[in-house]
């Protein structure tokens, strides 16, 4: 024990007058700061260090004037320059009557005592670093939070059966006080995609429970979703316990502090009389008056080992009024913990020279003494954890320079451990990473501590580069101060290799179900819980972070499908049966659509207790098939309409066919009579005749619109005019009705961009269909207007009307809207309206209020932007009869066809010929030499194209002209014969005037 001039304890007194002032300060104060006694009166707090001189005279203001107890701790300035933390008390004084007296106080010296504790927070520091950065079990976590993959690290550690580990079975191996908050933590962790941080007591295999720290971070998908947890746990339990200990024996220094951290005492050696203050009491184990204080029962209070020792230093002092500096152990039951006593003593010298009696304190130093044995444990513990560890292990300071490395590290990277302490950990990272490493450093080490686990790479001494995982724990010194960095380093080569191959198998997978847009899950039967990928989650209406148990997901399936698809499920995931599973079933989305689902999955399953199989798992993929559902049905009811279709055309056919029929007998038996054709039977049979074409046209027209192959000849069009051709078109059909008809324009001129042609045709099948379904004797309003920039014609009738169903159908091909008044059609005629309209850039409506009540059309077309007026309507050029001998060869396999076509050109006065084949028709082209050949194309043997290029061959053939005469008449099939070298293309039947204008020309 050194004396005040040590660096191990020094404690002096002072007292204060009511003032404030200083008017007594030990003699020790002098010695220790070099200050006089006249310099501590007047300015004691410039010994106090600079920096904490306005803290501690602040306290000492509050103290006084609030006359409170007063204490402070700082660093004083030793005689020899030096700072000292110290750590001052004091408390005020009253006399009898209550009135303020001053301030009696202490100061003792703590610096040894500050300084043992600042060894042990290094030694703890280094200690932690070494236990958290060991893993004890290392887990993985589904996106959900549930554990689905094994951990035999955990099961060895706890003696969980894989199947109680797995999901939340973990939560079985937590102690059950902590169990609750555990499990809050972790839902917590999952659902803010936080990192998680917890500790709590472990079953452990070896019987009783252990502390452990566990952490776990989400890892993210390229889409910031997450993809899975990983976690690790540290066992801190002999952490918990020195933490424990460490609180116990705080609690007792502020204990101590709270009482002045000391006991004051006076004895007298004249009558070996003593005086013992409260405190001091306490300090020696015993009540308050519980026996005389005395020097001999001081003695007593002194540990048996110590006893003889003290009081031997003690009177010794005395005999030479020296000052005392002892420690020892109190007295105290064996059950109780040591309790170490520092005590101090200064005698006060009589007139002879000797002392008369001594004045001290003593001071509870437990703490030290505590805190210097869990150095000692802590720096066992430490090298025994370092000797041990598996894992390659660095220890680097904080500028990189390496300190410290274990037999792994250096055998890991190549190295000798003197030439590793040469080097900085980013001289063996490659550049890539220094970013990312110093980021770490930065953003989570320095101000938390500790990183999450991360990757980088490390270069061999032999220049090889390798992926590493590592964990660092920052460690302080005893200012708190960073003074190292601590590293568990992992090579992760072989897991590297295995991640890439699992990725890749997991990107061709994904590419695959992509492709298909099929969505995969996995349903763990034991708990109810369903893992639905994000494409699931789509189809199913879920948001991404939205998750679904088994039962709910069942709740949305369609009623009338839950239980096929419920049967389905639970054979698949009977023992009895090891298939897979199919179905296709409806589900009802939260925004209450329905789609059509199709699922294709299978169960696992695993052995139980008894050689029972259980199932613990069933995956598999599905897939929107609405689309597919909606075509098949497109499909039959398209089916169903050709049928009807085919059914409607057969009866439409057959209704002009009729007449047609029974007018060849009305005209063979006048013929055979020698009557004279009836003019009315021919009208009749060519209207008939008409019929029939407008029918077949009319097809040809739909199927020309669908394919988008039909062509707009636009010009600037007088609307006005195109509603007069349409009017004139239709009054055949009109005035069979007996309906009036009226037409209102506006007076200045209307003009549209459009197809009259295409106009007229739309605006004739309007007005046909209002005769149609008008009663006889109807009323039919046609107007034009415009509107903006648009025209606007409206077609009002007062016939039968529409009910809504029937408007819902209008327009769509073959609708009919029940029993017109004469001929039907195939109720196709609306559908051309519509999509000659909408070719126009226009729209069309219809509207009825009702069966009985009439309809309106209403067609609504862009005014056009061109200022030039309507084109004058083509004028009609009148037909003249062919030039007399003209030559014409008609060359068709069909005999009835081309006999009767050779009759209609007899009878516009050509001179014809006729054959029944191509090869035929090629040797008549030579000796009758026509001026125009009628050839048609489907011929047998030798087609109307190939016959017609042998043609074009002879002198004769490149002088004629050439007519291709056939069923097929659209533009490509035009284009077909331009190419094959006709010079005119007819449609059967070819009416009269096309024939006449052919001769003619």
């Not at 029962?297 to 005999?319: F, P």
């Amino acid at each position: 024990m050194e004396n005040l001039t040590g660096d191990h304890f020094w404690l002096t007194s002072w007292a204060s007058d009511p003032e404030g002032r200083a008017s007594y300060v030990d003699p020790a104060w002098s010695e220790f700061t070099g200050q006089s006694l006249e310099q501590a009166r007047a300015g004691w707090i410039e010994a106090v260090h600079p920096e904490d001189r306005e803290r501690v005279g602040a306290a000492w203001t509050r103290a006084f004037n609030a006359r409170a107890p007063y204490r402070a701790e700082y660093r004083v300035r030793r005689f020899d320059g030096v700072y000292h933390r110290t750590f001052s008390a004091a408390a005020p004084r009253f006399d009898e009557s209550g009135v303020f007296q001053g301030y009696v106080g202490s100061v003792v010296d703590i610096e040894a005592r500050r300084a043992a504790e600042d060894a042990l927070r290094e030694s703890e520091e280094r200690f932690r670093a070494l236990t958290e950065s060991y893993a004890q079990a290392v887990w993985e976590a589904d996106a959900h939070g549930a554990i689905v993959s094994d951990s035999p690290s955990w099961r060895a550690y706890t003696g969980q059966t894989l199947e109680n580990f797995l999901g939340y079975g973990w939560l079985d191996a937590v102690h059950p006080d902590d169990r609750a908050h555990a499990e809050e933590r972790w839902r917590e962790a999952v659902a803010m995609r936080a990192p998680y941080d917890a500790e709590y007591r472990l079953k452990w295999n070896g019987g009783g429970w252990r502390w452990t720290n566990v952490r776990g971070a989400p890892l993210f998908d390229r889409d910031g979703s997450v993809r899975k947890w990983v976690g690790v746990n540290f066992d801190i339990h002999a952490r918990k316990l020195a933490q424990e200990a460490l609180r116990e024996s705080e609690s007792l220094m502020r204990l101590a502090q709270d009482a002045a951290h000391a006991g004051s005492w006076e004895w007298s050696s004249e009558n070996n009389r003593a005086v013992w203050s409260k405190n001091l009491w306490a300090l020696y184990g015993l009540d308050i008056g519980a026996c005389e204080a005395s020097f001999e029962n001081w003695a007593k209070s002194i540990h048996e080992d110590d006893r003889e020792r003290v009081t031997a230093a003690v009177l010794a002092a005395g005999r030479a009024g020296e000052e005392f500096e002892l420690q020892w152990r109190v007295n105290l039951p064996s059950d109780q913990a040591p309790r170490w006593l520092l005590s101090r003593g200064r005698p006060v010298m009589g007139p002879d020279g000797a002392p008369e009696r001594y004045y001290g304190v003593v001071l509870d130093v437990s703490e030290l003494k505590n805190a210097e044995e869990a150095l000692r444990a802590s720096e066992r513990r430490y090298r025994l954890l370092y000797e041990s560890q598996r894992d390659p292990f660095v220890r680097v300071a904080m500028d990189g320079r390496i300190l410290e490395v274990n037999d792994l590290y250096r055998d890991m990277l190549g190295y000798s451990e003197e030439e590793l302490r040469g080097l900085t950990y980013q001289e063996l990272t490659p550049e890539k990473w220094h970013a990312m490493e110093a980021a770490i450093v930065r953003e989570q080490i320095l101000p938390r501590g500790y990183s999450e686990v991360y990757e980088k790479e490390y270069r061999r001494k032999d220049g090889g580069v390798f992926p590493v995982e590592l964990r660092t724990v920052l460690s302080k010194d005893g200012n708190g101060a960073p003074d190292a960095m601590w590293g568990i380093v992992r090579d992760i080569s072989d897991r590297k290799l295995s991640e890439q191959i699992l990725r890749e198998r997991e990107e061709r997978l994904r590419i695959a179900l992509d492709a298909a847009k099929f969505g995969s899950f996995a349903y763990y039967p034991q708990s109810g819980k369903v893992v639905w990928d994000a494409q699931m989650k789509r189809i199913w209406g879920l948001e991404p972070d939205e998750d679904i148990r088994f039962e709910e997901a069942f709740e949305r399936i369609h009623p009338a499908d839950r239980a096929r698809v419920r049967q389905a499920v639970e054979a698949c995931l009977s023992p009895e049966c090891a298939c897979g599973f199919q179905a296709e079933f409806r589900v009802i989305l939260p925004d209450g659509s329905v789609n059509w689902h199709g699922v294709s999955g299978r169960a696992y399953f695993e052995d139980g207790p008894g050689g029972e199989r259980k199932p613990v798992r069933m995956t598999g993929v599905e897939a929107d098939i609405t689309d597919r559902k909606n075509a098949e049905e497109a499909l039959r009811d398209a089916d169903r309409r050709k049928d009807e279709l085919i059914a409607m055309l057969a009866h439409e056919l057959r209704n002009p066919l009729v007449p047609i029929h029974n007018g060849v007998h009305l005209l063979r038996a006048r013929a055979q009579r020698g009557v004279e054709s009836d003019p009315q039977l021919l009208d009749m049979m060519e209207r008939q005749v008409t019929h029939l074409v407008r029918l077949v046209d009319d097809l040809l027209e739909i199927s020309r619109i669908a394919r988008g192959r039909i062509e707009l000849r636009r010009e600037p069009t007088d609307i006005a005019t195109v509603l007069r051709n349409a009017l004139e078109t239709s009054r055949p059909s009109i005035e069979k009705g007996r309906h009036g008809a009226a037409l209102s324009t506006p007076p200045e001129t209307l003009l549209v961009y459009g197809d009259p042609v295409r106009l007229t045709q739309v605006f004739a099948n309007i007005l046909n269909n209002a005769a149609k379904y008008t009663p006889e004797g109807g009323r039919i309003e046609i107007l034009a207007e415009r509107r903006g920039r648009e025209a606007v014609v409206i077609v009002r009738d007062n016939g039968r009307g529409m009910g809504p169903e029937a408007l819902s159908h209008v327009f769509e091909p073959f609708a009919q809207t029940g029993n017109p008044s004469n001929d039907s059609g195939l109720g196709i005629g609306l559908t051309l309206v519509r999509k000659l309209v909408e070719l126009h850039g226009g729209s069309i409506e219809a509207a009825s209020e009702g069966l009985g009540r009439g309809s309106v059309f209403m067609v609504r077309l862009p005014v056009s932007v061109s200022a030039a007026d309507a084109a004058e309507p083509a004028k009609r050029v009148e037909a003249r009869a062919a030039p007399a001998g003209r030559r014409a060869l008609v060359i068709d396999d069909e005999r009835d066809v081309a006999d009767t076509l050779a009759m209609v050109l007899d009878l516009l006065g050509a001179s014809v010929r006729v054959t029944y084949g191509g090869r035929d028709g090629l040797r008549e082209v030579t000796v009758f030499e026509p001026d125009i050949v009628f050839l048609d194309l489907g011929m047998p043997l030798q087609d109307g194209f190939e016959t017609a290029r042998l043609i074009r061959q002879s002198e004769i053939g490149r002088r004629l002209t050439l007519v291709a005469l056939t069923g097929w008449g659209q533009a490509e099939d035009r284009a077909k014969t331009r190419e094959a070298g006709f010079d005119a293309h007819l449609t059967k039947p070819a009416s009269l005037e096309a024939l006449r204008s052919l001769l003619q020309n």
